[in-house]
C-alpha cells in the first residue's frame, strides 16, 4: 500500500504517494527524475548517495522516502541551481578533484556540512569528514586539497566582509 | 539492493506501537533512525512483514537532566550525543564515543534507542552505557521499568527488551566534578567497527583510586565489564604499577574468540595495549 509523502526538495513543496520500500535515492531519482544523487552500494558504505536532509547530510539509500514526511531535502541539483556549492565545484574542476564523477554530489554534501561547521578544517579533519565517502578514481588527495581551497577563500572573503563593515562603522 | 516489500506504519504513542507490534506477532520490527534495520534489509538478513516507525513518540525524544540523573532519549541521534553540552558535561563518555561511531552522515540519523536496542557487539555505546552504570528505561504492555545497563546486553544482538517493548531512554548517573573518563578504540581505519574498544571512569580521592568502572567492546558477544581489571586498580593510586596490574588481569576478564585471522590472544593483547592507553589518558586529564 502507497503512502503519501509531503516533503519539500530543492525549495518546492512535493506531494506524492510512495511505496514504503521505496528509498529517499529511488524517490528523487525515479519519481522526480533527480538523478544527480547516485547509488553505489545501498547499503550506507560508499556516500554516493548523500544529500541534505534538513540540512545536514544522510544517505538518500537508507532513509526511506516515507521518512522524509515533512522535511527538507536538498540533492546536488539544488545546491547547483541555488549556487552554493558553485566554489567547491569550481576547486573540484581546477584541482581535477573528479574523475568518472560518480562520488562528486556525495563528495559536495560532506565538503559542504563540513565547511559550515569548520571554516577552516585541517587536512585531517577533512579527510575525517570524508571517512564514509569512496572515490574509486582519484586517490583523495585532490579532493582534499579542493576542499581545504575553498575553506581558505570562504573564510578569506568572510575576514574582508568583516573587514569592510567594520571601515564603514569607523568612517560613520 | 532494493529492499523487500513491507507494510509501514507510524505509532504516536507506545500503546499504539505495542498494538500495531502484536497483530503481526514475530513478524513487525520498529523503526528508529533504521541504519541498521535498512541496510539489513537491503542485504536480506530480514524481511519483515511490517515496520513500526516510532520516531514519533514524545516520550523517546530530549535531553533533560533530573535529580540524580541525565535522561537521555531514545531518539538522540548519534550527532546530538556528540554536541550536546549536557551530555558532554554529565556523560562525557558518551560524548566521546560518538565520534568513533560510524561515519558523519551515518551519525545523523543513527539513535542511541537503535544502537543500544540492536546491541552489536563491536558497538561503542553499550560500552559507554556499562562503564557510565547507566539504567535502562524500558515501556511496554506490563509497565515501565530501569534494567541496570549490566543485566540488559544478554548475548549476542540480545538484551533484556522483551518483544514488543520499547527502549525510552537512558539514564545516566550525575557524576561527582572529581570522577575521570577516558574511551578509546583500535579500529582498522576511521569508521570501521573496532577490533577491539574500551570505555573507562575512576574516582580519585588524594591521589587514590577509590572507585573503576570499565567495559569493553568487540571482544566477544557482548559489552564486558572488566572486573578483575577495576579490583586491580581500586585502593591503588594511578600508577605504572597498578596500570600494569590491571592490564595483566584482563586475561580473566576477557574471552575473545578465535577467528582465525585475528586469534583471541592477539584480541587480548590489543585489550591490554588499549587499557593502558585509556589509563593513561586519564592520568594526563587536568
Ligand atoms: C555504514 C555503517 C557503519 C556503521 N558503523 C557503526 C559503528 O562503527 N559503530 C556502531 O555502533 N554502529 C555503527 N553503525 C550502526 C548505526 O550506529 C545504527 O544506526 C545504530 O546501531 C542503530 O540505530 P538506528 O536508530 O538506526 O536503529 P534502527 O535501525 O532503527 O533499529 C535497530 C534495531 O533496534 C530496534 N529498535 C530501534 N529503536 C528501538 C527502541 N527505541 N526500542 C526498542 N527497539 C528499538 C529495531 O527494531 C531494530 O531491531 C553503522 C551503520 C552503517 C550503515
Ligand atoms: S548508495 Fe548509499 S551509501 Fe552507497
Ligand atoms: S571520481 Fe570516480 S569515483 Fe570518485
Redesign the interface.
Given at each position: 500500500m502507497k503512502v503519501l509523502v509531503n516533503t519539500k526538495v530543492n525549495g518546492t513543496p512535493v506531494q506524492e504517494a510512495v511505496t514504503p520500500r521505496s528509498s529517499l535515492a529511488d524517490f528523487l531519482r525515479d519519481d522526480l527524475g533527480l538523478t544527480g544523487t547516485h547509488l553505489g552500494c545501498e547499503m550506507g558504505a560508499c556516500g554516493a548517495c548523500l544529500v541534505l536532509l534538513d540540512g545536514a547530510p544522510v544517505h538518500a539509500c537508507l532513509v526511506l522516502a516515507v521518512q522524509a514526511e515533512g522535511g527538507t531535502v536538498e540533492t546536488v541539483e539544488g545546491l547547483t541551481e541555488t549556487g552554493a556549492v558553485a566554489d567547491l565545484q569550481e576547486n573540484f574542476h581546477d584541482r581535477n578533484a573528479l574523475q568518472c564523477g560518480y562520488c562528486t554530489s556525495g563528495m559536495l554534501m560532506s565538503a559542504q556540512a563540513l565547511l559550515a561547521r569548520n571554516a577552516a578544517p585541517s587536512r585531517d579533519e577533512i579527510r575525517d569528514a570524508l571517512s564514509g565517502n569512496y572515490c574509486r578514481c582519484t586517490g583523495y588527495e585532490a579532493i582534499v586539497d579542493a576542499i581545504a581551497a575553498t575553506g581558505r577563500a570562504r573564510a578569506a572573503a568572510t575576514e574582508s566582509a568583516q573587514a569592510a563593515s567594520a571601515n564603514t562603522e569607523a568612517a560613520e | 539492493?532494493?529492499?523487500?516489500?513491507?507494510?509501514?506504519l507510524r505509532a504516536r504513542s507506545p500503546e499504539e506501537a505495542w498494538q500495531l507490534h502484536s497483530e503481526v506477532e514475530g513478524d513487525a520490527v520498529y523503526?528508529s533512525g533504521?541504519?541498521s534495520v535498512?541496510?539489513s534489509m537491503?542485504?536480506r538478513l530480514q524481511a519483515p512483514s511490517r515496520?513500526i516507525?516510532i520516531?514519533g513518540i514524545a516520550d523517546l525524544h530530549g535531553v533533560v537532566a533530573q535529580d540524580n540523573a541525565l535522561r537521555i532519549g531514545a531518539m538522540t541521534r548519534h550527532?546530538e550525543v556528540m554536541d550536546n553540552p549536557l551530555v558532554a558535561r554529565h556523560a562525557p563518555l558518551l560524548a566521546l564515543a560518538a565520534p568513533h561511531v560510524?561515519?558523519?552522515?551515518?551519525r545523523?540519523?543513527g539513535t542511541l534507542g537503535g544502537n543500544l536496542a540492536l546491541a552489536d557487539p563491536a558497538s561503542e555505546f553499550p560500552a559507554a552505557v556499562l562503564a557510565l552504570r547507566a539504567e535502562i528505561e524500558i515501556i511496554g504492555p506490563e509497565g515501565s521499568r530501569h534494567v541496570p545497563a549490566d543485566e540488559f546486553f544478554l548475548d549476542l544482538y540480545e538484551t533484556a527488551l522483551a518483544p514488543g517493548e520499547i527502549l525510552t531512554a537512558v539514564h545516566v548517573p550525575l557524576p561527582p566534578a572529581s570522577r575521570v573518563f577516558a574511551f578509546d578504540e583500535i579500529a582498522r581505519?576511521?569508521?570501521d567497527y573496532a577490533m577491539v574498544g574500551a570505555a573507562a571512569q575512576a574516582d580519585l580521592e588524594k591521589g587514590m583510586i577509590v572507585d573503576a568502572s570499565i567495559a569493553f567492546f568487540s571482544v566477544g558477544f557482548t559489552p564486558v565489564r572488566a572486573k578483575a581489571a577495576q579490583a586491580a586498580l581500586i585502593g591503588a593510586p594511578l600508577s605504572r604499577e597498578s596500570v600494569a596490574r590491571a592490564q595483566a588481569s584482563l586475561a580473566e576478564d576477557l574471552d575473545p574468540p578465535d577467528d582465525p585471522g585475528f586469534p583471541a590472544h592477539r584480541r587480548l593483547q590489543l585489550a591490554r595495549v588499549l587499557l593502558g592507553r585509556v589509563l593513561n589518558q586519564m592520568e594526563t586529564r587536568p
Open positions: - | 539492493m532494493k529492499l523487500p516489500a513491507f507494510e509501514y523503526l533504521g541504519h535498512v541496510p537491503a542485504l515496520l516507525d520516531s550527532a560510524a561515519h558523519p552522515a551515518i545523523n540519523r581505519r576511521r569508521g
